[in-house]
């Protein structure tokens, strides 16, 4: 349609609402009386449909349409009488039909069915030049009993007409074409194949396995389909195209065995018709199982987050929240929140003398709410649309930034300058709200916010379950409530640090300056923290003995104590002697060439216990394709696969390298295990393709491959797990 055409009949729908009321009941009638319209059944095979058109007013004929809302009767087409020529403006020459209008329409009876259910569509306008929207109308015609002897004109209509017009819809097994396919052992593979012009609806889809002793169907979802306000259904989704999802077993014996699948469906042609529900029935043949686990009824024999969507599926709201609060406290013990620790300690102490105890907790407040909003937010994103906006929140230039903003933070604390807005906006919020005083409590909500995205990108299990759940039901209002109290619980340390931080934090005098510099100092250990994301390990290392022989230089490390010296002097100067020798130590590493600030003479006479601590050694893969081949090449050598995605950028992975995979017993556990690594740091089109492909947020996530090449999807570990832990899920695995 010529796009002035679309924009006129936004003018008409705009109209009808604006427009045309304003003009006033006595100046133009409603349409349901300018074009008052009967249907009525002449016959088994002719409906006539009577428009009474009021003085000044005039019907379009190609704005009629005429539809049968069910497949056992067709509509055929309308023989319209002669009308008036009309010249409009938008459509041209058309014709038009003014008064009295009757309209014969053959229909052909299927089954010899007694009722028709149609839908008159039509668009007229006022001689005035105002012109109403396209209107429906819906009738249900009794109709009469089939006649003994058929007229031969009616017939004569049947076969030219409406038999053109059966066939011009595709029988059902066209329109939708169903098929069914095995997997794996487990799992079953289902898809239609939807002729264009047809659609399918979501709610009408349903299977049951026949002939299948010890087979039953798992929990499975079907993806999100397109809204459509359906006038016998209400509000429903659709599926055009195509359609398709997996569907999980359950497995009660291990033999192979034929099991007979029945798809139950229903859908419409985009014209109007519908079909009758319908269903298909098609033989699978299931493989011997090499292992009964993934699907089985127990929970306890479930992927972590696979028990987490389950609950979200199954249980109530108050019991799933309730839950996800205490996922997030649990969360909150992890070092994933530790760096968020010294920002918000930071923002109390640079109030100085001025803080209160209320004042601390509502800057605690302010900041955990903002994260926990963060959270839900770019969750929900995430999980709609498949982006993990965290990873993206790692990209160089956004950690420069937001490191170099620690250090500006940092300076302030050690008195350089002042960060305060100007005096006139200071008054202006001081007026308006004196808990709003110099707008700290917009900054603490600014600061949570950032630090939700750049600070800690964790992805842990509850994180993950949640998004999931998301991804899967489109249910953004249970998945984000689910992912907002996860926020809050991990605010908690949070907000008990805001609580006491009034009574425990120093108001005035020296040791509030002293206070100040020593957060000043955290402040450059967190930008230098962030930078290790993006910079080389040498000068991360370099930057970290700078940050530790300078303080030490403050705390007078290398002047000489006086013989009356306070202890506090003497435990500075302790302090400060700790720190001057570490940072000496980490400079003789950064010469030989070392990167890890915790072992900074590494390579210095390497003994045996040395070597024990070394981690895993992983195999780097980049894309699906090397991935695929490589756990290929295990199974052809009886080897199983773990498979690790990782980036720097990630806490907890971190953690998972310098302590789980340094464990001896770790290691020993694995051994003879291929070993492989996805390093998503980048956050590439590759690495997003290999998260897309498992139905991955992000990282820490480990994956295992078996030597039928499939994944053990309800081994799946997400998140931080400790060496103990780690061992007891490997030993899950091999049992």
């Known amino acids: 349609m010529p796009f002035f055409k679309i924009a006129y009949f936004c003018f008409l729908s705009l109209l009808s609402s604006s427009t045309i009321a304003a003009l006033g009941a006595d100046e133009i009638l409603p349409p349901d009386q300018a074009f008052k319209v009967t249907a009525k059944a002449l016959s088994n095979d002719q409906i006539e449909i009577t428009f009474d058109i009021a003085e000044g007013y005039y019907l379009y004929r190609d704005k009629m349409r005429f539809e049968s809302k069910t497949l056992q009767v067709l509509v055929g087409d309308p023989i319209f009488p002669s009308g008036e020529t009309h010249h409009d403006e938008n459509f041209g020459d058309v014709i038009i039909y003014r008064n009295i209008l009757t309209i014969p329409v053959p229909i052909n009876l299927e089954n010899g ?48 007409k409406l038999k053109t017009f059966e066939q011009e819809l595709l029988p059902p097994d066209q329109a939708f074409q169903f098929f069914a396919s095995v997997k794996d052992e487990q799992t079953l593979h289902v898809n239609w194949h939807i002729a264009d012009g047809y659609y399918l609806y979501r709610e009408k889809i349903q299977f049951e396995l026949l002939n299948a002793d010890g087979v039953k169907l798992g929990s499975y979802v079907i993806p999100r389909g397109e809204p459509k306000q359906d006038e016998a259904f209400g509000l429903v989704e659709t599926f055009h195209i195509e359609l398709d999802f997996d569907l999980p077993v359950i497995r009660s014996g291990l033999s192979a065995q034929t099991i007979t699948l029945q798809a139950s469906y229903q859908g419409c042609a985009d014209r109007g018709v519908c079909y009758p529900p319908m269903s298909k029935k098609l033989d699978l043949a299931l493989p011997i199982a090499q292992q009964i686990q993934a699907q089985q009824a127990d929970t306890q024999e479930l992927s972590e987050q696979d028990q987490i969507v389950r609950s979200l599926h199954n249980d109530s709201l108050p019991s ?134 750049i600070v800690g990108p964790c992805v842990a299990a509850p994180l993950a379950g949640a998004l999931i759940y998301i991804g899967q039901t489109g249910d953004a209002i249970l998945g984000g409530s689910a992912l907002f109290v996860l926020g809050l619980g991990m605010g908690i340390p949070l907000l008990l640090l805001g609580a006491s931080a009034g009574k425990l ?111 895993l050694v992983f195999e780097r893969v980049d894309s699906i394709a090397t991935l695929e081949a490589r756990i290929q090449k295990a199974a052809d050598h009886h080897q199983s696969v773990m498979l690790d995605f990782y980036a720097d950028w990630c806490i907890s992975c971190k953690e998972m390298e310098a302590y789980t995979f340094a464990d001896p017993h770790v290691k020993q556990a694995l051994r003879g295990v291929v070993l492989l690594q996805v390093d998503v740091t980048k956050n590439s089109d590759q690495d997003q393709a290999l998260l897309a492909k498992y139905k991955l947020i992000g990282p820490p996530a480990i994956l295992f491959f078996g030597l039928d090449r499939l994944e053990k999807t309800a081994n799946r570990i997400i998140g931080y797990q400790d060496a103990e832990t780690f061992i007891k899920s490997l030993q899950h695995i091999k049992s």
């Not at 009738?139 to 209509?157: G, R, Y």
């Not at 609060?325 to 109030?351: A, Q, R």
């Not at 305060?420 to 808990?435: I, R, V």
């Not at 930057?543 to 303080?551: R, S, V, Y």
Request: charged fraction near 10%; glycine fraction near 8%.
């Open 505 to 615: 934090l120093p108001k005035a005098g020296n040791w509030l300056n002293s206070t100040k510099a020593v957060f000043g100092v955290i402040m450059l250990a967190v930008a230098v923290w962030m930078l290790s994301r993006i910079l080389p390990g040498n000068i991360i290392m370099l930057l970290w003995a700078m940050l530790l022989i300078m303080p030490a230089i403050y705390l007078n490390a290398i002047d000489p104590l006086h013989e009356h010296s306070s202890g506090w002097k003497k435990l500075w100067k302790g302090l400060g002697l700790m720190m001057l020798a570490y940072g000496l130590i980490l400079l003789i590493g950064f010469s030989l060439g070392n990167s890890n600030p915790l072992k900074p003479l590494q390579g210095l006479g390497l003994s045996s216990a040395q070597a024990a601590e070394t981690g």
């Open 113 to 160: 069915e007694s009722s028709l259910p149609l839908l008159v569509k039509y668009q007229g306008c006022a001689d005035r030049g105002i012109c109403y929207p396209p209107q429906k109308t819906t009738f249900e015609l009794k109709l009469p009993s089939p006649a003994v002897h058929a007229d031969p004109i009616k017939q004569l209509l049947k076969d030219s």
């Open 320 to 453: 799933t929240l309730l839950s996800f609060f205490g996922f997030g406290f649990l969360l909150s013990l992890t070092p994933c929140i530790f760096p968020m620790i010294p920002i918000l300690s930071g923002i109390i102490v640079g109030h100085g003398n001025r803080i209160t105890t209320t004042r601390a907790f509502l800057l605690s407040l302010s900041y955990v709410f903002a994260s926990a909003l963060t959270y839900t937010l770019f969750g929900i994103l995430a999980a709609l649309f498949g982006s993990n906006l965290q990873a993206a929140f790692q990209q160089p230039w956004i950690i420069a930034l937001f490191s170099a903003i620690f250090v500006v933070l940092s300076l302030s604390m050690f008195g350089f300058y002042n960060l305060e807005l100007p005096k006139s906006f200071q008054a202006k919020l001081h007026n308006s709200s004196e808990k709003h005083r110099d707008g700290s409590l917009w900054g603490a909500a600014i600061m949570g916010a950032l630090s939700s995205l």
